[in-house]
């Protein structure tokens, strides 16, 4: 009995395809936990941008006494999160605006650019929130 008892403590055949298949299996969930987590990231971020929606609900061309021009715009958060617009572009420029200018949800509000407007002239404003959302449109000056 003990000449066969040391026989199988001595034969490591079995051993190596266990040590495989644990080997694969610990492999394969490791693999799936990353996939699983990368997956919960990027839909939380697409959930998050996607509920962001604001509109131009009206657009101003501004000539003050001072002789300074400008272009107000009337933005309304219609989604589902708050809205911080990062930067403003006219005619693909970068224009100064109303620092840090937000809206929270149902919120409204005057979103004012300093632009040297052109009476008859059209232009692209393209406004732009911390998500990347983009809002914006052709507008002509009066």
Not at 56 to 84: M, Q
Not at 121 to 132: F, Q, S
């Amino acid at each position: 009995m003990a000449r066969r008892l040391r026989r199988f403590f001595r034969d490591r055949r079995a051993i190596t395809p266990v040590l495989s298949n644990l080997l694969l299996t610990v492999v394969a969930v490791a693999a799936m936990s990353i996939a699983t987590t990368a997956t919960y990231v990027i839909t939380t971020n697409l959930r998050e941008t996607m509920s962001e929606r604001i509109i131009i609900e009206d657009l101003w061309f501004n000539n003050s006494t001072e002789g300074v021009l400008n272009i107000s715009v009337y933005l309304r958060n219609v989604g589902k999160g708050a809205v911080h617009v990062s930067s403003v572009y006219i005619n693909h420029t970068s224009q100064p605006f109303t620092s840090s200018f937000s809206l929270e949800i149902d919120e409204h509000g005057w979103l004012n650019i300093s632009y040297s407007w052109a009476s008859g002239n059209l232009h692209y404003i393209d406004i732009v929130t911390t998500r990347g959302t983009h809002v914006g449109g052709y507008y002509k000056a009066p």
